[in-house]
């Protein structure tokens, strides 16, 4: 069955440092693969979506990779800011979205 | 960017009752919804697919009896948790497909989530 693993749990790094969170899937072979943001309590907020024949997007602060031979997906803050503490889930596919159990990130002063 | 709201935000109900919860889209018109669940610490399921005008899709496992989806219109769904019990409590979210939103392909616009307690 399909299968989606996004790093740690939690994350926690200093303000200023970039935080990288991953995203490996099995059993899968989407042709999109997005980035959303979930605060407690709230629906997850749309960040990114990347193609599966691109290998990067940027957007402001937020860069994601996407190594379809890998089956990963590599999700960049920089500068990070205590504001960006938030979960962060990745999910596969366009229109029926299969979502991963979300890395909690924690940006410390 | 696109909004979707959902009402309630919060319900609390007894176990045997039913609860309506409606999620629409505010400023563009979707002709698909999408209903998630979410327990604590877990992932966003998908439970069924809202198309306006049809049935719903269900995916496997998921009582269509019991989770009833109507997609009256082209900006609201509801959906109905019929004879409701403790085991369905849970955070229910749902999405608008923004295709023709004119913002973008291929995203999809989340509700706020309706936190279901019952009793």
């Known amino acids: 069955s399909q299968k989606i693993e996004q790093n740690s749990e939690a994350l926690n790094i200093q303000e200023g440092k970039t935080a990288t969170l991953t995203c490996n899937y099995t059993?899968?072979?989407?042709?999109?693969l997005q980035w959303y943001r979930q605060d407690p309590g709230r629906g997850p907020v749309f960040l990114l979506l990347?193609?599966?024949?691109?290998k990067e997007k940027r957007k402001e602060r937020l860069k994601v990779t996407f190594d379809t031979t890998l089956k990963q997906s590599l999700f960049h803050i920089t500068a990070s800011q205590p504001a960006d503490s938030a979960t962060y889930l990745c999910a596969l596919g366009a229109d029926k979205l299969i979502f991963g159990t979300g890395t909690r990130l924690q940006v410390f002063p | 960017g696109a909004v979707v709201s959902q009402h309630p935000s919060r319900v609390i109900c007894k176990s045997g009752t039913s609860v309506k919860i409606e999620c629409r889209s505010l400023?563009?018109?979707?002709?698909?919804m999408f209903w998630y669940r979410q327990f604590p610490k877990q992932s966003l399921m998908l439970m069924a697919t809202s198309n306006e005008g049809s049935k719903a899709t269900y995916e496997q496992g998921v009582e269509k009896d019991k989770f009833l989806i109507n997609h009256a219109s082209l900006t609201l769904s509801t959906l109905t948790v019929t004879s409701a019990h403790p085991e369905d409590s849970s955070f229910y979210i749902c999405?608008?497909?923004?295709?023709?939103?004119?913002?973008?392909?291929?995203?999809?616009?989340f509700g706020p989530g309706t936190r279901l307690t019952v009793l």
């Open positions: 400023d563009f018109q979707a002709t698909t």
């Open positions: 999405s608008a497909d923004g295709t023709s939103s004119g913002r973008g392909p291929d995203t999809q616009y």
């Open positions: 990347i193609r599966e024949n691109e």
């Open positions: 059993n899968y072979s989407p042709a999109y």
